[in-house]
């Protein structure tokens, strides 16, 4: 089946610093990957589309300039969340959709943020 | 932009009872209907899914229905085990998914 990698598993970071978020398509190529944030006892919500090789398309209210998502290659996409605090604290969570099939959605196995 | 509502938000049941959960979508061009499972601090699982050409899906005790005209579609867990306790999320997707809010289910033994 379809695997996509999440690293790292859990963050914890002082307030002001910047966290990378990687999230790599194992054994498929994904031209579009999403990131979704989800709050204790919340639902996923879209953050933000990542574009293979083209910019990312964000949802409103979510900071582009805060959440910088860049998607180099085919197979991985990263998450950087610029001068994190601790209201950013949530569980980051990518997905990516196999380009061939272009239907189902697989998850990585998500980051925990904790900003201090 | 697509909306996904889900109800109930919390579902109890007894040990080999029935549980559903019912969503409903905004978007008609929505064309592909997801339901996951996540455990606490793991990742979503994609436990069954059908496509908007579909009216009904079934997989082992789980089984999906699809309401087209209605835009609202439903998850059926039958014979439910205490392994079934988790949180599901319907969602509906064109291009990108959208989640309902999800529905806490517990089973009790």
């Known amino acids: 089946g379809a695997v996509v990698s999440q690293h790292p598993s859990r963050v914890i970071c002082k307030s002001g610093t910047s966290v990378k978020i990687e999230c790599r398509s194992l054994d498929f190529q994904a031209t579009t990957m999403f990131w979704y944030r989800q709050f204790p006892k919340q639902s996923l919500m879209l953050m933000a589309t990542?574009?293979?090789?083209?910019?990312?398309?964000?949802e409103q209210g979510v900071e582009k300039d805060k959440f910088l998502i860049n998607h180099a290659s085919l197979t991985l996409s990263t998450l950087t969340v610029t001068s994190a605090h601790p209201e950013d604290s949530s569980f980051y969570i990518c997905?990516?959709?196999?380009?061939?099939?272009?239907?189902?959605?697989?998850f990585g196995s998500g980051t925990q943020l904790s900003v201090l | 932009g697509e909306n996904v509502e889900q109800h109930p938000s919390t579902l109890s049941v007894q040990e080999g009872d029935s549980a559903v959960i019912k969503c409903t979508y905004s978007?008609?061009?929505?064309?592909?209907f997801p339901w996951y499972k996540q455990e606490l601090g793991k990742r979503p699982q994609l436990i069954i899914d059908?496509?908007?050409?579909?009216g009904e899906k079934k997989d082992q005790r789980i089984a999906v229905t699809l309401n087209k005209t209605a835009k609202h579609f439903s998850l059926h867990i039958t014979e439910t085990q205490p392994e079934d306790s988790a949180v599901y999320f319907c969602a509906a997707s064109i291009h990108d998914m959208r989640f309902g809010a999800g529905t806490r289910l517990t089973v009790k033994p």
């Open positions: 059908i496509r908007s050409n579909v």
């Open positions: 990542s574009n293979e090789g083209s910019k990312a398309t964000y």
């Open positions: 997905s990516a959709r196999n380009s061939a099939t272009n239907e189902k959605l697989f």
């Open positions: 978007d008609s061009a929505s064309n592909y």
